[in-house]
């Protein structure tokens, strides 16, 4: 999953007063006649929503965004007002949230009415450069080529190869838990590990191994090389939430690009970072893609993009360029790791909260693992990496932006502030969407009356999944955490068997749990991804007990 955002200091601090001054003056001018402009023409503020009372300045944004554990305003506004409702941006901007299923079905589908806004484009290119998959305009020829070619690698045979190698990788991490368990206090019953960490290093070394053919030994080495060092500096850019992140994000588009080039060259500590992560990455991808190009298709040695080169190589039509390639494997990282090690987190949790249903898998797994069963077979286990991305998605809330005027079908009729009862939404040009994929998936008219509660047995006895449907939203089980259309997920497939393969070797050597207050020291919260925050240190982590299920080496 690709969002990112830079935090407020790229335009704040440490300028000499004049750049500052000169920022604010043209970014009012701007932002007073754009606010004119889209509020003159909206039909949306017939939409009722939170909107009374909110600050001008952030609107509902900190609400959103800032509030703790994740959802505690949106689900309730959710219940309040359906699944369409207004709310406030920053200057008191008028927002549409949207999470009913036809709506977000038809605005998904629609590549050519709805993409990020160019904010979000702007920053995804400000990171990546120009020809990364999330700068491109949605559907648009260069984002279909680059991403046909890529799918490609991304496909069930292509990926069930590495399975071995992510077994290793598991296998580490188990040894590392071990290592961990034995030199806990002996006399500390409570003595937790911290999980979160170590699955960042998972997913690092198995990005690295499938992705590129690349060993970075995060596990080993407690954090991997300077290619993985310098991407999740990049990633902790975006993951400092707040109010003047929230506010430089609302300002960078209206910010002329000038005066943005020239803050690029300011010595902040965001610029340094980027800066470092570009020459990193570039000379990373250059080396890659250059002892790539001796391979043969079939070849796992250069991973999935390894493929691509090589199968690149003979096409005569629709052929990628060097960079075109080269710029999308640094995203691959930032977009592939975090979000699957934060999804793992989650699983594990979620383990931990029901003992009785942990049992249920970890069996379901062993005797699997007698009958070398196949993991799409492991009934419970599936279910629980279902109900895991169902109510804690890894990237909670996405955003698009109306590219023309059209009318948004609706699921469930909505009765506006006037009186009317609409069946469907007129939508301006330039109108700004959320769209809640953690409320589509938490609602009741979907899920069902337990839509709030994490029930994992929801899938064993088929109530939901109903395959993929064509009505289905996104790939996976009707789920919106993959989003769906043209700018679907890349590397779900590569998620899920990376969900299988860990899961099914820590379960199986391991019993996870609480101490004595962790559970609720640990709160999802939005920090681009879903993050589990521990509210004493206000740092990403998930301390658990850990219990070999077997004696060390057993
Ligand atoms: C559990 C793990 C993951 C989740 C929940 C996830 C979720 C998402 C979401 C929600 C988006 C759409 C963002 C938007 O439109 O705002 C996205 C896009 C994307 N994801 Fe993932 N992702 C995961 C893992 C991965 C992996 C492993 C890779 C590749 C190695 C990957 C590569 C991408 C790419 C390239 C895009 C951009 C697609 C485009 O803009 O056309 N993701 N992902």
């Known amino acids: 999953m690709v969002q990112i ?50 600050s001008w300045l952030y609107g509902n944004l900190p609400e959103l965004l800032l509030s703790r554990p994740y959802g505690k305003f949106e689900f309730q506004w959710q219940e309040q007002y359906g699944s369409i409702y207004r709310f406030k941006g920053c200057f008191s901007e008028d927002l549409l949230f949207i999470s009913d299923p036809a709506a977000i079905r038809y605005i998904f589908n629609s590549a ?22 999330p700068a491109l305009r949605n559907g648009g020829e260069v984002h279909r080529r680059i991403k046909n070619a890529f799918s490609a690698a991304f496909t069930p045979a292509r990926l069930q190869p590495y399975v071995p190698v992510m077994r290793d990788i598991s296998r580490k991490a188990a040894d590392k838990l071990m290592q961990k368990y034995l030199e806990r206090e002996p006399n500390d019953p409570n003595a937790a590990v911290d999980i979160y960490h170590l699955l960042q290093h998972v997913t690092s070394d198995i990005i690295g191994e ?15 090389d300077k290619v993985v060092q310098s991407h999740q500096n990049v990633i902790m850019l975006g993951s400092r939430p707040s109010k003047s992140a929230i506010l430089g994000e609302t300002i960078i588009p209206y910010v002329p690009r000038i005066i943005l080039r020239l803050m690029l060259r300011l010595p902040t500590r965001t610029v340094r970072t980027l800066q470092s992560f570009r020459a990193v990455s570039e000379a990373w991808a250059s080396a890659l893609l250059r002892d790539s190009l001796h391979l043969s298709e079939d070849s796992t040695d250069g991973g999935l ?39 793992l987190t989650w699983a594990l949790y979620a383990l931990a909260k029901q003992p009785i249903w942990q049992d249920q898998v970890r069996k379901e797994i062993i005797e699997a693992e007698n009958s070398e069963s196949s993991l799409d077979k492991l009934n419970y286990l599936n279910a629980h990496i ?8 890894t990237g909670p809330l996405t955003e698009r932006m109306a590219f023309e005027d059209t009318i948004l079908p609706l699921s469930r009729p909505v009765t506006t502030i006037s009186g009317r009862v609409i069946t469907e939404l007129p939508i301006r040009k330039g109108q700004m969407i959320h769209v809640g994929i953690a409320s589509y998936n938490r609602d009741p008219h979907v899920w069902g009356p337990d839509a709030h509660t994490f029930n ?20 996976y089980s009707n789920l919106a955490t993959f989003v769906g259309g043209a700018r679907m997920c890349l590397g779900w497939r590569l998620a899920l068997l990376e969900m299988q393969v860990v899961l099914s070797e820590l379960i199986p050597k391991f019993r996870f749990s609480f101490g004595p207050g962790q559970e609720d020291s640990v709160m999802p919260s939005f920090a681009l991804t879903l993050l589990p925050i521990d509210v004493g240190s206000e740092k990403p982590s998930l301390k658990l007990l850990i219990q070999p299920t077997q004696p060390y080496g057993g």
């Open 305 to 343: 993009v390894g493929f691509v080169v090589s199968s690149n190589k003979n096409l005569k039509h629709e052929r990628l360029s060097f960079s075109e390639i080269s710029r999308q494997t640094s995203m691959f990282l930032v977009a592939g790791q975090e979000t699957t090690a934060n999804a």
């Open 210 to 224: 499938v992705g590129f053919g690349q060993q970075f030994n995060a596990v080993e080495t407690n954090g991997g």
């Open 456 to 475: 994992p047995s929801r899938w064993v006895d088929d109530r939901y999944d109903s395959g993929d449907l064509p009505e289905s939203i996104g790939p």
């Open 386 to 393: 279902k109900e895991t991305l169902r109510f804690y998605p």
């Open 5 to 54: 955002a830079l935090p407020f200091d790229l335009l704040n601090a440490a300028h000499p007063w004049t750049l500052t001054l000169l920022t604010v003056a043209i970014c009012t001018v701007l932002l007073a006649r754009r606010l004119w402009f889209v509020r003159g023409k909206l039909h949306v503020r017939d939409i009722p929503g939170p909107v009374d009372n909110v």
């Open 112 to 133: 050519k009415l709805f993409d990020f806004s160019p904010n979000r484009s702007f920053i995804a290119f400000l990171i990546f450069e120009k020809e990364c998959i």
